[in-house]
């Protein structure tokens, strides 16, 4: 048997001792043997800090990104590989795809994001605040990495996804991290790393892997490390209440297996499309990755009238199921990771018993497609009936994690919100209904104990994701039994790993540090107008202040015309008695037309590609026929906008082949009094220099 390595300290090393023989989970033959016995965690811990993490912190968040695009390019060049090793998990076709494809997935959505920050090593967080009356002091937030290394303990259930969808956050962040995957299914994600360290594309020490047990790992951490954790709400609290990482004030980010649930709207018929999505996403849900998914659905609540109808419906779904080796393609459930979790949900399911009866399945047999229901880890989809859920507390509170499910009866939506928060915090809930009003009252009333929430009906049968699928930009995780913490979740997942930090001065000043003009700064006087300025030539703070022009009636009345705009204000002959206005007044959009009027240079052919948009445009003060306006124009931030990756000459559109970038400049309208009628922030798409 292989020996599996441990990426540390720059090289692949095997720890000493046999360790722990890991099992193809459907032939139950012997396959690796995995230990981390002799290794020194604080130097892979200090590895991390004192190379990965420098390295990281240097680049930018669209350098970062690009490094995790190049990496998800990189991978799937691989995918015959990863997915002839998934099935040795005892997962089908399917189960690998959403693990494996569905794990480089996430690297592309979080690359994605770096569009979302700037081309720098930090970023501004939320909005600036002025707090002098002579406007020369502010404060806002910036945004930096943390100093130290991000630890993932994972999950078995997803070898391949549940590593990528952490790393690629906080690498994207500028974190570097140790993965620590379970030790059983761990010989896939060695496999995937193993890829990973090959291309070169990440900074060395920005990834380590641990193959087996982490030791004193945790007692190395400092309190610029993160750890995150997946897995059993026991082991989770364990790992948390580490002195260490209590001593140290450590963030851990937890996302535990919990009790999620799924709702049949009392709305829903059986001769209605919504029938047969719900029984189709139960079946799914209970038998994909053989229900070993902290999302899987638990619970099923259906109206006590349609109890019965459902449960028929549910087990003619089950049977149909062919389980057996994954690599027979008529098969539609694998094994479970091993032996080890099939006796684990054999003694689940028996406490489950003690107020509940099996109405489909079987504890002790499940016939298999060319396969050893012995010697493989073969379970029986098991589906429970429990009459009287609010005394009979079982079904809330022990999870069976395999294809194990309970179908529970309410009465009214009220009740089932109360049912639902009875698994005391979960990841995920379900309802499917037809009826808007039902799926709000669903909505509003039981959020305070789930993470994510998806309304099912036949408008998004098609397109949606299913129940059990958390997505790259939507938070992951949930709160109390489900742990309290947020994968992923778009921006907000990388924040866990960057340190906000209150700064305060002039507004000059803040400028200089963020490289973002703010409002009331010195503006930096330029001789060329700067739409004839390329991309890499413009600083931020150029400023111009533009001619002068009057407002008059006439032009008023030409723009509503022009316009169709002829709202009651923009009209002379209107008694302005018990309005806002004294008399006939501009049109925002008037106002705003005449702005590019004046800051635009339009006479030769420049490096400003085209507009690409408005942001935050305000009218501040009405702006009456004589009225002399003018603009203040800034350059306030510029963003590299990558070249579009054509892989079809016929996909090629005009200007794929020219380098450029965003560049927003703060328009501020002024009047004759210097006071401010409006701002705006506009947005330019500029070349770069050849």
Known sequence: ????????????????????????AVTGDPIYTATTQGLDFKSVTDYARLFGNPALRKMTFHARGNMLKALA????????????????????????????????????????????????VFCIDGESHNFGKNNTFMGTHILTPKEGVAIHINAFNFPVWGMLEKI?????????????????????????????????????????????????LLNHVTAQDVVTFTGSASTGLLLKSNPFILKENVPFNMEADSLNCIVLGDDVTPDMTEWDIF????????????????????????????????????????????????????????????????????????KLLASSQIIYGSMDSVEVV?????????????????????????AHEIEAFGPVSTLMPYSTTDEVIELSKLGKGSLVSTIVTANYKTAKQYVVGAASHHGRILVLNNECAKENTGHG????????????????????????????????????????????????????????????????????????????????????????????????????????????????????????????????????DSYEKNPVLLNYGIDELRFTKPVYPGAE???????????????????????????????????????????ETDEITGVATILTMVAKKL
Not at 175 to 183: E, F, L, N, S
Not at 296 to 310: A, C, H, M, T
Request: charged share 25%.
């Open 469 to 600: 699928s958390p997505l790259p930009l939507l938070v992951h995780g949930g709160p109390g039994r489900a742990g309290g913490g947020e994968e992923m979740g778009g921006i907000r997942g990388v924040k866990h790993y960057l340190q906000r930090t209150a700064i305060q001065g002039s507004p000059t000043t803040i400028t200089e540090i963020t490289n973002v003009y703010q409002p009331n700064a010195i503006g930096k006087k330029t001789d060329k107008h700067p739409f004839k300025k390329y991309f890499e030539e413009l600083q931020i703070g150029e400023q111009i202040i533009t001619d002068k022009r009057v407002i008059t009636s006439e032009d008023i009345d030409k723009f509503a015309d022009l316009s169709g705009d002829h709202f009651y204000a923009h009209i002379k002959t209107t008694d302005f008695t018990g309005t806002m206005f004294e008399q006939q007044v501009a049109h925002g959009y008037f106002i705003m037309s005449i702005a590019a009027g004046l800051f635009v």
């Open 1 to 24: 048997m292989n020996k599996l390595g441990n990426y540390i300290t720059g090289n692949w090393i095997t720890g000493d001792g046999q360790g722990q023989i890991l099992y193809n």
């Open 73 to 120: 390019l990189h991978l799937r060049n691989h995918l015959d590989k990863f997915y002839a090793i998934s099935y040795q998990t005892g997962a089908t076709k399917a189960d690998s795809w959403v693990d494996i494809e569905g794990g480089i997935g996430n690297l592309f959505a979080n690359a994605s994001l770096r569009r979302k920050f700037p081309d720098e």
């Open 370 to 394: 060319e396969a050893d229901a012995n010697k493989g880890a073969f379970f029986s989809p098991i589906l429970l009936m429990n009459q009287n859920p609010f005394a009979a507390k079982e």
């Open 168 to 216: 690629a956050v906080n690498l994207l962040a500028g974190m570097p991290c140790i993965v620590k995957p379970a030790t059983v299914t761990s010989y896939l994600t060695e496999a995937v790393v193993k890829e990973i360290i090959a291309s070169k594309i990440l900074p060395e020490g920005a990834l380590q892997l641990i193959c087996g047990s982490a030791g004193d």
């Open 279 to 350: 029984i189709k996403e139960i079946r799914k849900e209970m038998t994909l990755k053989a229900g070993q998914r902290c999302t899987g659905i638990r619970r099923i609540f259906v109206p006590q009238n349609k109890l019965e109808d459902i449960q028929i419906a549910l087990a003619k779904a089950l049977s149909q199921t062919v389980i057996g080796n994954p690599l027979n393609a008529t098969v539609r459930m694998g094994s479970l990771a091993g032996n080890t979790q099939r006796n684990e949900v054999k003694e689940q399911v028996q």
């Open 629 to 671: 306006v003018y603009i203040r124009f800034t350059c306030k931030e510029k963003l590299p906008n990558d070249k579009r990756v054509v892989e079809k000459p016929e996909d090629f559109k005009r200007g794929d082949d020219i380098d450029k970038g965003i560049v927003k400049w703060l328009v501020e309208f002024l009047d």
